[in-house]
């Protein structure tokens, strides 16, 4: 079973841009899709943007896309989401998640696998 660390997250100011990193433990990152979603208080966790083993499929939620880049180096383990522009909107505790397969998801219910989380707050 895969592990995931988040960190990267923190306070930052409105049209600041921040980058967030995830490690895969135990497991090879190149066996798996994987995702970046968040969650703000009272809400559903929402999809963000995911990527696949080999980087060739990327996707991005309408809400950060063209100010967001999903990228991976899966000769360290690692995935990365970098956002500018920010905005209070974007505060939220940030995901990376994990599945086995080759499509792209963007249901929470199709990730098994997960990070802790990191906290991401935008001030205004």
């Known amino acids: 079973q895969v592990q995931l660390v988040e960190s990267g997250g923190g306070l930052v100011q409105a049209g600041n841009s921040l980058r967030l990193s995830c490690e895969t433990i135990v497991r090879p990152s190149r066996e798996y899709f994987m995702a970046w979603f968040r969650q703000a208080p009272g809400k559903e966790r929402e999809f963000v943007a995911a990527?696949?083993?080999?980087?060739?499929?990327?996707h991005y939620a309408e809400s950060v896309k063209g100010r967001s880049s999903i990228t991976r180096e899966n000769d360290k383990n690692m995935m990365y989401l970098e956002m500018s522009s920010l905005n209070p909107e974007d505060s939220a505790v940030y995901y990376c998640a994990a599945r086995k397969g080759v499509t792209t998801a963007t249901a929470p219910s199709d990730y098994p696998s997960w990070g802790q989380g990191t906290q991401v707050t935008v001030s205004s």
């Open positions: 990527i696949s083993q080999k980087s060739i499929i990327t």
